[in-house]
């Protein structure tokens, strides 16, 4: 016997090119039922995994990039506000000084008035109680003088009025010369 | 085959070494009279494979994290293999989105039931049955049509039998080849380099298996015994290589599934 006469007896019993119909039929069906599960159940869950992993990251990145450009424009603000903070302290030091200065002046002016005003006041003043002196003074040495004249001249010059018109020449007579020496 | 190379061996009494008919288990309800013909072990694998691919897959994604667990990071990773490595590379952004869960189910049904060839007692890859390649060759073949169909009418087969850019005196012989090596080859191709290169392994296997079994027990010569072991050996490599296949043909077709369909879709732009 030679081997092509096996190959034809192997090929007889069975030859592996020829299908099971069973085997067709089945893995057909399964795979049918395979694919199936796969369209309905098991592809779009791992779709959607996929794509939440996408989103949860992407939404993570930016989220990321939310907080730092938050943080920056935060950092920008701060700096900006201190910025015009300083200017505005420095500002209101600048105006504190020159107010300052405009109220020491003020208060000079103020003072220098008053002063100015109770000066005269005070002026005024004495020169009304030297009148009032004078005039207090006058009588007094008047009636002095009359009651010191009296005395002298006993009761011969008793006569009020004309006491009083000699009071009045010699008193008169007094300032005329008086004046007379100040001129000089 | 490497089995009917060594006919003059069972005419002794000696090593008779596995042949294909080994690759069909006895029949589980043999409604079918023929051996090898009924339901058998091989058809509850394609079920068991069905099971257990919507049983990790659906457990993995139960409770989507945002970081994922290993369960998780697993299945999606194999995932995004299928869609962004074969369906978006392939397909084009444009266009993949519908096909994801057609290569997804191609490509994870050919690659459990090939890797049952690796796991002990199971032992078997499924589409080492022609009739299982030929089922899953059949529904592609079918899906290119039909997106071909969809895509351009009727003018499909014509886009597909005339390639553009081909001097008119050419086309006599363009058209026959054209149609001969999209509508006919095509389809036997995808099945079969998946069909014979999962059954070449299997053979293997078997073949290493019966091989260093005789060896070791029928023989009483020491030397052939260490043979024996040996070749047990050199059949761990060849497991690693054949688990290196089963990957890489299950990667094939998912592939060649994509590039078929991106062909369809895009008919008229070759």
């Known amino acids: ?184 | 085959m490497i089995a009917f190379a060594l006919p003059m061996a069972s005419e002794e009494g000696g090593f008779v070494p596995p042949t294909v008919s080994d690759t069909h288990l006895p029949d589980l309800f043999p409604w079918m009279a023929e051996y090898g013909t009924g339901f058998g072990k091989q058809m509850l694998m394609i079920v068991l494979s069905i099971v257990l691919i919507t049983w990790f897959f659906t457990a993995a994604i139960k409770n989507p994290k945002l970081v994922p667990g290993k369960m998780q990071f697993l299945a999606e990773s194999g995932y995004a293999f299928v869609r962004n490595g074969i369906g978006r590379d392939i397909i084009g952004e444009k266009n993949f989105r519908p096909w994801i869960p057609l290569l997804f189910a191609t490509f994870f049904f050919i690659l459990l039931n090939n890797l049952f060839g690796a796991i002990p007692f199971l032992q078997l890859p499924s589409f080492s049955h022609a009739g299982s390649a030929y089922a899953m060759a059949i529904i592609i073949y079918g899906t290119w049509i039909a997106v071909g169909l969809k895509n351009h009418g009727i003018k499909f087969f014509k886009l597909m039998v005339m390639p553009s850019g081909v001097p008119g005196w050419i086309m006599p012989l363009m058209i026959p080849l054209e149609f001969i090596s999209n509508f006919i080859v095509r389809p036997l191709t995808h099945s079969l380099r998946l069909m014979a290169t999962m059954l070449a392994g299997h053979m293997i296997v078997m073949l290493a298996a019966a091989g260093a079994r005789y060896l070791i027990v029928m023989q009483e010569n020491l030397a052939m015994n260490g043979l024996g072991v040996l070749v047990i050996v050199g059949s761990v490599a060849m497991y690693f290589l054949e688990l290196l296949i089963m990957v890489l043909q299950a990667f094939v077709f998912a592939l060649l599934t994509a590039i078929y369909i991106q062909g369809a879709i895009e008919a008229d732009a070759h």
């Open chain 1, 1 to 184: 016997m030679n081997s092509t006469d096996f190959i034809l007896a192997a090929g007889e019993s069975v030859n592996p090119l020829l299908p099971n119909p069973w085997e067709i039929l089945v893995t057909g069906v399964g795979f049918a039922l395979l694919l199936f599960i796969v369209v309905k159940v098991i592809a779009p869950k791992f779709e959607q995994s996929y794509e939440d992993r996408v989103t949860a990251i992407e939404g993570g990145l930016e989220k990321a990039e939310a907080a730092q450009k938050e943080a920056e424009e935060t950092l920008a603000q701060y700096k900006a506000q201190l910025l015009e903070a300083r200017t505005e302290a420095n500002r209101i030091r600048e105006e504190a000084r020159s107010e300052g200065a405009q109220i020491l002046a003020d208060l000079k002016t103020k003072a220098g008035d008053e002063a100015a005003r109770i000066t005269e006041q005070a002026h005024r003043q004495i020169d009304a109680e030297r009148s009032a002196a004078l005039a207090s003074l006058r009588s007094d040495v008047g009636t002095l003088a009359t009651e010191l004249a009296s005395k002298i001249v006993d009761e011969a010059l008793q006569d009020d009025a004309r006491a009083q018109r000699v009071v009045d020449k010699f008193l008169n007579d007094l300032e005329a010369q008086q004046n007379a020496g100040a001129s000089n």
